[in-house]
């Protein structure tokens, strides 16, 4: 997008922003800094399901800041976790009948993104998920850029291809990626440990495709303590993600 065209496009949806508290999420992000996001939810439908947990951790050149990440819970207010959703994401009724109302979690969230891009795997489903939520808040879902992981991967795949085999079958499993690319894998379907999982394969993909960019000292990208346009990666199998 063209400069002007970017900028009159920013000028519009600032005028039509609903809270103009969240202005914020416009102004010029940090210098190589981006936000790992990851939901869990009560089923796939973006329509009908809600948001049961949400995770976010921030990333600093090529470090995964881990003490830098945002987990919440979230109390679904018409939809029931089904026994199946529960099994795939550990997460009860009762687990999250203390948790915060969407709005809350949603708003907790835009304050910890600030305008940094987001990045995710299978990022389209969060992004609905919390843009339903935002767009009563708002008039507008998240404006900030989005990346997504497997379609990086698809792209650095297909780099290393002989030219006839490029654009062939390539695996787009989240595990398969994390095994590829050489990356601890931490269990599936928890929003942080998803989360963490995404930003690590980000910065790797992110090395991988210009091996010149500097290394910043400091903390190596590690689990926490305590597309051309590629095929849409496959909706992880079970709910919650």
């Not at 808040?137 to 780099?159: C, F, T, W």
């Not at 992110?206 to 990666?233: C, E, I, Q, V, W």
Request: with cysteine; net charge positive.
């Amino acid at each position: 997008m063209t400069g002007w065209l970017s900028a009159l496009k920013r000028w519009w949806l600032l005028q039509h922003l609903a809270d103009p508290r969240f202005r914020f999420m416009w102004d010029p992000p940090p210098a190589d800094e981006w936000v790992a996001i990851d939901c869990e939810t009560t089923g796939l439908d973006t329509r009908r399901d809600e948001i049961v947990a949400i995770a976010a951790v921030r990333i600093r050149g090529n470090c995964v800041v881990c003490s830098e990440r945002l987990e919440l819970l979230v109390r679904p207010e018409r939809r029931s976790v089904a026994t199946g959703s529960a099994r795939v994401h550990q997460l009860r009724e009762r687990d999250l009948a203390q948790g915060l109302a969407a709005e809350a979690a949603v708003q907790a969230l835009l304050h910890f993104i600030g305008s940094r891009p987001l990045v995710g795997y299978y990022l389209e489903f969060d992004v609905a998920m919390i843009d339903r939520v935002l767009f009563p808040m708002l008039g507008m879902g998240l404006p900030q850029p989005k990346i997504e992981v497997s379609a990086l991967y698809y792209d650095h795949v297909n780099r290393r291809r002989s030219p006839h085999l490029r654009h062939g079958d390539i695996d787009l499993r989240f595990a398969a990626i994390m095994t590829a690319l050489d990356l601890p894998q931490r269990p599936a379907h928890d929003a942080l440990d998803d989360a963490v999982m995404a930003a690590l394969a980000f910065v790797k993909l992110n090395a991988l495709s210009d091996p010149t960019r500097p290394r910043r000292r400091g903390r190596s990208p590690s689990a926490p303590a305590a597309p051309g346009t590629p095929p849409a990666p496959a909706a992880p199998g079970g709910f919650g993600r």
